[in-house]
């Protein structure tokens, strides 16, 4: 059973460029997180997606940020007009059951995203 | 809000020394505790978990327990390895009456780094 897996691993954009992070959830988990980890810090949660729905999104900023999780295909987090402190890694995770408390998430290697 | 506190690091130890990293937390509601390590370049792996007070968790020689008196999960193990050189995470989800869908609230993270 392949886990969580996320392309791409580095991603080196110019400043005011678009990025893509995509996220495949393991086989048979329906739902998705998406985390940010700034250099030096803890991981920030960023939004939480169920198939075709954004659940919870309270971690996300106002502008510039989206995410998707469409009935077919991997998530998306969507970064548009990128700027220096977007530098982070952004790992996405998955889970098999209904956003609870108590289950355990499996998380994806991450993206590298270097803004120059 | 939720929070998560760790004992700061590096922490540097020798092989087989003992480890305790400290974790203290705070949360509205009945948490899940998690620890959680990164190697260099991958994602997080789950280490252990206690969902109750009083639960014990345990995997490859560590150890956690939920302490609600002191709101605390220390991580331990009582002779680490080279190979136990990682990041280490301890997080938190919260029930929050059924509304925070297992978001993960983390620490900043404590760098250890076992010698020979």
């Known amino acids: 059973n392949a886990g969580v897996m996320q392309n791409p691993r580095h991603l080196v954009r110019r400043r005011g460029q678009e990025a893509r992070l995509r996220c495949s959830p393991m086989?048979?988990?329906?739902?998705v997180y998406w985390y940010r980890q700034l250099p030096e810090e803890g991981l920030k949660f960023m939004v939480y997606l169920q198939k075709e729905n954004i659940i919870d999104e309270s971690g996300m900023p106002k502008e510039r940020f989206s995410a998707e999780f469409p009935k077919e295909g991997p998530s998306i987090l969507r970064i548009q007009q990128v700027v220096r402190g977007d530098s982070a890694a952004y790992f996405c995770?998955?889970?098999?059951?209904?956003?609870?408390?108590?289950?355990?998430?499996?998380f994806g290697p991450g993206t590298r995203l270097t803004v120059t | 809000g939720d929070s998560v506190t760790q004992m700061e690091g590096p922490v540097t130890l020798s092989e087989e020394a003992f480890l305790t990293i400290n974790c203290t937390y705070t949360a509205t509601g009945y948490p899940s505790l998690f620890w959680y390590v990164q190697y260099p370049g991958e994602g997080l792996q789950l280490l252990l978990k206690a969902t109750k007070a009083d639960d014990k968790g345990s995997n490859k020689g560590f150890e956690a327990t939920y302490r609600k008196e002191t709101t605390s999960f220390h991580l331990e193990k009582g002779s680490v390895q080279v190979s136990d050189s990682a990041v280490y995470f301890c997080a938190l989800s919260d029930d929050a009456g059924g509304t925070s869908y297992g978001k993960l609230t983390f620490g900043q993270g404590t760098i250890l780094t076992v010698h020979p």
């Open positions: 086989k048979g988990h329906s739902h």
């Open positions: 995770a998955s889970s098999p059951n209904r956003g609870s408390h108590s289950y355990e998430q499996y």
